[in-house]
């Protein structure tokens, strides 16, 4: 049995009930049950659709998401979420990069490195080395002034922790700014690299070893053993290339407004939704959140 969801984004509310009906219809779906009214509808079918690729296509212009998933343990007992454009709706480096006068360059480093056309690591050590000698007070004012938060976050980990999820965040950026995320989201742990400073200045280096693609999988094989349980319980969401090691170890891996290589690659794509889309992914209603 699989469910198929589908959804669109909770600003709109535009998801048509023709359009549920007809699909059911078409592939023999069971009863339609409405998690948020006008924004997200499921339902159940026997098999997965041969054409649910073409359709899911299809569907995109029209802002609804298609998600096809097995229908038993949708509901899983660990988030693994990365930060940047996933957490939150900025790249760190970013914006510390456009406080010293080289954001253009990094920016566009950054786009490259996240669809997988440069080395994580590499890039990251380039544009870090761009950022030698900025004050360190920098990085507080970028907290304050240029961070926010994405839609749906705090609802997604206040609910699944209310469920007993343990929940980490985990960033190819930076502990300064994942520290401060981790706590403003109620994340029960978080990981992420080190900028190095001396003198109250940054030093254009991080410190070694690097958390890119590779430690993240290793995050989420580590958190687990810990828990005691198993990969399949895990639900992923990221946004970049470095993320699809988690994203394909997950039980549930989701690519959230991702890179064109990510979503070529990703098993579950959701464009139009915000965070609280993983929790309709897990069949919560929209009156179970968390707020």
Request: glycine share 10%; hydrophobic share 45%; net charge negative.
């Amino acid at each position: 049995m699989f469910t198929v969801t589908l959804l669109t984004s909770p600003e709109e509310r535009a998801l048509s009930g023709a359009l549920v009906e007809s699909l059911r219809n078409a592939w023999g779906g069971g009863e339609v049950r409405w998690l948020s009214v006008d924004e997200v509808a499921e339902f159940d079918v026997p098999a997965r659709p041969g054409n649910e690729a073409e359709v899911r296509a299809d569907l995109q212009p029209g802002g609804t998401d298609l998600i096809v998933q097995p229908a038993a343990g949708r509901r899983r007992r660990m988030l693994l979420a990365d930060m940047d454009s996933t957490m939150i709706r900025q790249e760190c480096i970013d914006e510390l990069a456009a406080e010293a006068g080289v954001g253009e360059r990094v920016a566009e480093i950054t786009a490259r490195a996240m669809n997988g056309e440069l080395d994580f690591e590499g890039a990251l050590l380039e544009r870090v080395a761009l950022l030698k000698g900025l004050d360190e007070a920098v990085i507080h004012h970028v907290l304050e002034h240029r961070i926010t938060y994405m839609p749906g976050g705090f609802e997604l980990v206040a609910t699944m922790k209310a469920a007993g999820a343990h929940t980490v965040l985990v960033s190819g950026g930076f502990t300064a700014f994942a520290s401060r995320v981790a706590a403003a989201l109620g994340f029960h742990e978080h990981r992420a690299n080190v900028l190095l400073a001396e003198g109250g200045r940054l030093t254009g280096d991080v410190a070694r070893p690097i958390l890119g693609r590779e430690a993240k999988v290793a995050a989420l094989e580590e958190v687990t053993a810990r828990l005691g349980i198993d990969a399949a319980d895990v639900l992923a969401v990221g946004d970049g290339a470095n993320d699809l090691g988690m994203l394909g170890r997950a039980g549930t891996g989701v690519a959230l407004h991702a890179k064109p290589a990510v979503q070529a690659q990703a098993r579950i794509v959701v464009n139009h939704g915000d965070l609280s889309a993983l929790l309709f992914l897990q069949g919560y209603a929209r009156s179970e959140f968390v707020t």
